[in-house]
């Protein structure tokens, strides 16, 4: 089974081709043109690179959010157009979650993570007391977060500033990963001290790992129409509500 698919939640963005859910290659975007711009050129350079056609695609993956508005908008109507011409799936894949799987908690093939370590040693890198926390720069000085033990989700995502986040997490040790992290990396530090743990990278490429949810997803059956993909929004914490918040 071959997926294609594609992440625009941060400026950058990427893309990736995954095979029985083993990712072929993952292309990072450029940060410096709109998303806009880039696409679909990105995913047309992509298949010519592996000498693949659109209709040898069997499915679609795409990051569904929490990111950049008008990013999710792009990448999401982009698959969605591929899904409905090609009358393949698309499987949403929220950034989060990606993160997770990328950080190692979760059922991780050596391709997206490190490519000279095994699954076991990618896991090994997450403490064995750790939880795991997905930040996304959510701009204005907040991140998305949303914490993971044993790679579930402990709550929602929310979007709050990183003190007010970080307030709650001192009596255990969390990984970090996500570019919300990689910002905010001398705070976390500063409160959690021998309690934070760094993913490595901090801050990867997301379109390998919505490729392997998207096959596990296909493989399973799990999917909708693809007009039925909507973005995640997510809305500010309590912790971090003020009188002129909104939610996002």
Aim: net charge negative; proline share 6%.
């Amino acid at each position: 089974m071959l997926v294609l698919s594609l992440d625009t939640t941060s400026r950058a963005g990427s893309c990736a081709l995954a095979r029985d859910g083993h990712v072929m290659c993952v292309q990072a975007g450029d940060p410096l043109r709109e998303q806009g711009g880039q696409l679909p050129g990105a995913l047309a350079t992509l298949l010519d690179h592996e000498s693949i056609s659109l209709r040898h695609i069997d499915g679609y993956g795409v990051a569904i959010g929490p990111g950049s508005f008008t990013g999710l908008r792009v990448g999401i109507a982009t698959m969605q157009g591929l899904a409905m011409a090609t009358g393949k799936p698309l499987i949403g894949v929220s950034a989060l979650d990606a993160l997770v799987v990328l950080a190692g908690a979760r059922k991780v093939p050596t391709e997206f993570v490190i490519p000279s370590e095994t699954p076991e040693q990618a896991a090994s890198r997450v403490p064995g007391n750790a939880r795991v926390v997905a930040w996304i720069e959510a701009w204005r000085g907040d991140v998305f977060s949303a914490t993971y033990e044993g790679g579930r989700a402990l709550d929602e995502p929310v979007v709050a500033h990183p003190d007010d986040l970080l307030k709650h997490m001192r009596e255990h040790a969390a990984l970090f990963i996500g570019d919300g992290a990689a910002r905010n990396l001398s705070l976390i530090r500063a409160v959690l001290g021998d309690n934070a743990h760094l993913a490595d990278p901090i801050a990867p490429l997301l379109a390998g790992a919505v490729a392997r949810v998207a096959s596990e997803a296909l493989n399973s059956g799990q999917h909708q129409p693809p007009h039925a993909i909507r973005p995640l929004y997510v809305r500010r914490s309590d912790a971090g509500l003020t009188t002129n918040a909104s939610p996002v």
